[in-house]
């Protein structure tokens, strides 16, 4: 019985490892700033839930809007709507990705809260 012929395709994983390696982290890092985006609309949403919980309790505005700003980024925006029956909180914050070297455009993750004004 004779040995089994070399076949030419050796080294070819590398080849395809190395070919495939670029894509494999341009995924990686869609799935990063997938996440990132989530934490901060997370984030975005419990500041605007207890900002407007505070205003909807006759907090004075300047403290409602400490206190969105402290449950989210400096950076953000707080916007405070009040008519006799409802407040409403908007948080706006542009996220561009911490990890990226690239100049990428920014993404606005926007949050809102409603709720019944107390008398």
């Known amino acids: 019985m004779r040995p089994?012929?070399?076949t030419s395709s050796r080294g070819s994983i590398t080849a395809?490892?190395?070919a495939m390696l670029p894509a494999l982290v341009v995924v990686l890092?869609?799935?990063l700033w997938a996440i990132q985006l989530v934490a901060v609309q997370l984030e975005c949403a419990d500041a605007a839930r207890t900002a407007a919980r505070a205003a909807a309790r006759g907090e004075p505005l300047s403290r409602v809007r400490?206190?969105?700003q402290a449950a989210t980024s400096p950076n953000a925006r707080v916007d405070i709507t009040t008519d006799e029956s409802t407040t409403k909180i908007e948080i706006s914050v542009e996220v561009t990705p911490s990890w990226s070297s690239l100049t990428l455009?920014?993404?606005t993750i926007t949050s809102s809260a409603t709720?019944?004004?107390e008398h």
């Open 105 to 107: 455009p920014p993404v």
């Open 115 to 117: 709720t019944p004004t």
């Open 66 to 68: 400490e206190l969105a």
């Open 4 to 6: 089994a012929k070399p």
């Open 29 to 31: 890092a869609a799935a």
């Open 16 to 18: 395809e490892t190395a």
